[in-house]
DNA sequence: CCTGTGACCGGTA
DNA sequence: ATACCGGCCACAG
């Protein structure tokens, strides 16, 4: 039992949970993070994907707050890029807004 | 060792 | 509905 976090083995759990989001379905941080079975780390969450290669291969645009929007400042270039992502997924926001309603993990 | 930081979240006013 | 606040926790300096 020592139940005690492998934090490298976490950053690969993680990194598993966002690569098995749907196309077409996105999942806040929060819910990444719980999916792990650590419900508080959705920062850490958002540590690792910042760690990722620009070439990775992982879908790190599925991801998004708990609000239903993109992480990052409105207009900024990695924004911009997730936006666009996003929407060739046919996954549209609305005023900046995605429903999760709509295209959460069900 | 201690402090600050951040792609977060939920409660309260 | 928005704004603020405290908790959260790995990581960098």
């Not at 959705?42 to 994907?49: A, D, E, F, I, Q």
């Not at 239903?68 to 807004?97: D, H, M, W």
Request: aromatic share 8%.
């Amino acid at each position: 039992m020592a139940n005690r976090i492998d934090t490298s083995e976490l950053k690969q759990i993680i990194m598993q949970i966002v690569a098995s989001i749907p196309k077409g379905r996105v999942a806040s941080y929060g819910q990444v993070a719980s999916l792990c079975g650590y419900s508080s780390y959705g920062r850490y969450v958002g540590s690792v994907l910042k760690q990722l290669p620009n070439n990775t291969t992982i879908p790190w645009h599925r991801v998004i707050n708990a609000k239903g929007e993109i992480a990052f400042p409105v207009g900024s270039e990695a924004y911009i890029k997730q936006l666009s992502l996003l929407s060739k997924e046919g996954i549209e926001s609305k005023n900046g807004k995605i429903s999760m309603q709509k295209y959460g993990l069900v």
